[in-house]
């Protein structure tokens, strides 16, 4: 039963030009967030005489494609991309499947270290990774894997996992334990009730680690930049850092573009799944 | 996928398919003799092996975590006790110098200036992101449909972009001579002595575009996740408190922020945890043409000394001891309440 005073009041004038006023706001603040990003892509469409003007050009009217056709043009963009891939693909089959389990573990068994273990992957995401890089390379020359896709993924995996678990654990705790009991009690064993009732309804959870793996890995720079020290063996961040470095102060277009193409895929990718993921965390993060 | 039967419930069991009893610490010295000849049936055994089941599932992510981790962090404790250098580089065994490193560390006044402008820089960043992120996530939940939208949009616009594209972005936003930023001021905004400022000399100045840079990467992930728990709150409870006279600052105070605290809480302590390690940012920047010693981080500062891996280990044992510290109070607080 509504208020009725309530929606006499929030029919009042002031409160209708409130109301207008409030949204106005809300799409200032939208403006100046996706500025940046708008002026990423205006840029890149923008030769270089119409960049380095006293009065910037705000909309890309007759622009161009060449700093694209640049971009597309350098080899090493599309190694940069291989690289990537690889190392992306690698560290999220390894983190997912890792996390998986693990998080069946503790949300569907009680056993002794379980508390331990839920403590553990808490404590973890605090060690700042920006500390250890060092000794992390060390290990990697020792084993002679500095400059390999193999090595870079071990480090990944291990910075994405507490995370990952944390997460899936909010996932498996929100499908009902009384959903795979009842599939027990019609004659399922433990194992077909949980493939056949439980693991469809992690889909979303699944996809949603999965992204959050993969924008991890995908857009990360610390590590890569520590251990992927020959230039043949760049990702793509290093790449681009690479590409601002050498084209700063002269080729602000070319250098937009190459950022331009490595955004675009990750925010629409994003875009996508983001609901999932937030539901995730919180998920993780409230309920245990 | 076959649909349950949530019409029976009731407790799981019969012949068919046992559960495995509840395996709590009484059963823990049946784990230690298992499979005893005397008890043949299945239901002895299935606890030892559901236990032990429960641990290979475990052990992927925990090898992983402990050889990706566990392993370096040990490393690094160990070498940041002794004299390991170039020489050592090169095989010569480590020399072991108890406190040395920290000592030498700690008596330079250069680290504590580090570590100040860290804790600064965390608490500036964090606490103009917590507000800012929170207003917009209440001011999501006030507005219009529309305007929600477009707000999310954008927000989501910015969470999404790489960190490196976002980097290479406000370089050229806050660019010397071209960048609109300057632009912005000089021309319709009048302020024509910031015509052709250079942004990264001044470390103040650094920091401030080093700062907008951080707050507006960091907002969206706190209004998505508050306005979630602002989702939460039950519309009966805000109509009750409004009935008892509460006005719109008083419910926002005493009924929304109770009840999204445990949100507030992670989402505080997360970006603690995240603008004292930040890195990326602050190194991109330096690149840039900045001097470096006026504006290391700890995170930059323990990149310069890779070279010393002692003198790197050590600093970055006192990083992590800086981090505990700043977060103990929120970790304990989070383990006391949660059910974990």
């Known amino acids: ?288 | 996928m076959p649909r349950p039967s949530t019409g029976r419930p009731g407790p799981p069991g019969g012949a068919a398919a046992p559960a495995p009893p509840p395996d709590d610490a009484p059963h823990a010295d049946s784990e230690l003799t298992p499979a005893a000849p005397s008890t043949p049936s299945a239901v002895r055994r299935r606890p030892w092996r559901s236990r032990a089941g429960v641990y290979l599932l475990l052990l992927p992510a925990a090898a992983a975590i402990a050889v990706g981790l566990g392993y370096p962090l040990v490393r690094q404790f160990v070498i940041s006790f002794q004299e390991y250098g170039l020489a050592q580089q090169f095989g010569r065994p480590a020399e072991w110098v108890g406190l040395r490193n920290y000592t030498e560390l700690l008596s330079d006044p250069y680290t504590w200036q580090v570590i100040a402008r860290s804790v600064a820089f965390c608490l500036v960043n964090a606490v103009l992101t917590m507000a800012l992120g929170m207003a917009i996530a209440v001011l999501m939940a006030k507005v219009g449909r529309a305007a929600r939208m477009t707000l999310q949009v954008g927000m989501l616009l910015a969470w999404g972009t790489p960190v490196l594209a976002t980097m290479t972005v406000w370089q050229w936003l806050f660019d010397t001579q071209y960048g609109v930023i300057n632009w912005l001021l000089a021309e319709p905004m009048g302020m024509s002595e910031m015509r052709y400022h250079s942004w990264l000399v001044e470390p103040m100045s650094f920091y401030f575009v080093a700062t907008v840079i951080v707050v507006w990467m960091s907002v969206p992930f706190v209004v998505f996740t508050v306005y979630a728990g602002l989702l939460q709150v039950p519309a009966e409870t805000m109509e009750a408190a409004q009935l008892d006279g509460a006005n719109a600052w008083k419910r926002f105070w005493l009924v929304t922020v109770p009840m999204v605290k445990p949100v507030l809480f992670v989402v505080a302590l997360l970006q603690i945890i995240w603008d004292l390690r930040v890195f990326t940012q602050i190194y991109v920047l330096q690149r840039a043409g900045a001097p470096t010693r006026d504006t290391h981080l700890l995170g930059t500062y323990i990149y310069s000394l890779a070279k010393e891996f002692s003198m790197a280990g050590a600093m970055a044992t006192i990083m992590l001891a800086l981090t505990l510290a700043l977060t103990a109070f929120y970790v304990r607080r989070m383990l006391r309440e949660e059910e974990l």
């Open chain 1, 1 to 288: 039963v509504s208020n009725p005073t309530r929606t006499a009041a929030a029919n009042a004038p002031q409160a209708v030009v409130g109301r207008w006023l409030l949204g106005a706001l809300a799409v200032a603040i939208c403006l100046v967030w996706v500025f940046p990003i708008y002026w990423m892509i205006n840029s890149a469409f923008l030769p270089t005489n119409r960049l380095r003007t006293p009065t910037p050009t705000f909309f890309p009217v007759d622009g161009t494609l060449s700093n694209f056709r640049r971009v597309f043009g350098d080899p090493t963009f599309f190694a940069s991309f291989r690289v990537s891939l690889a190392t992306t693909g690698l560290t999220l089959v390894a983190a997912i499947l890792f996390a998986f389990v693990a998080a069946l573990a503790v949300s569907r068994f009680r056993f002794r270290g379980r508390k331990s273990f839920v403590v553990a992957i808490l404590v973890v995401q605090m060690i700042p990774a920006e500390g250890l890089f060092i000794s992390q390379y060390q290990m990697l020359d020792g084993w002679r894997l500095v400059n390999t896709v193999v090595g870079l993924s071990i480090v990944y995996v291990a910075a994405i996992l507490p995370f990952t678990i944390w997460m899936l654990r909010g996932f498996v705790s929100g499908v009902p334990i009384e959903l795979e009991e009842a599939a027990m009690v019609d004659g399922l064993s433990r194992t077909g009730a949980f493939f056949r009732v439980t693991f469809p309804l992690l889909a979303p959870g699944l996809v949603a680690s999965g992204v959050y793996g993969f924008l991890q890995a995908w857009n990360e720079y610390t590590l890569a930049l520590v251990v992927m020290t020959d230039p043949a063996q760049r990702t793509l961040p290093l790449w681009l850092q690479g590409l601002v470095e050498a084209n700063r102060a002269t080729d602000w277009g070319v250098v937009m573009a190459g950022a331009t193409l490595i955004a675009i895929p990750v925010i629409l990718f994003f875009l996508f799944v983001q609901n999932k993921m937030t539901a995730g965390l919180v998920a993780g993060a409230v309920k245990g």
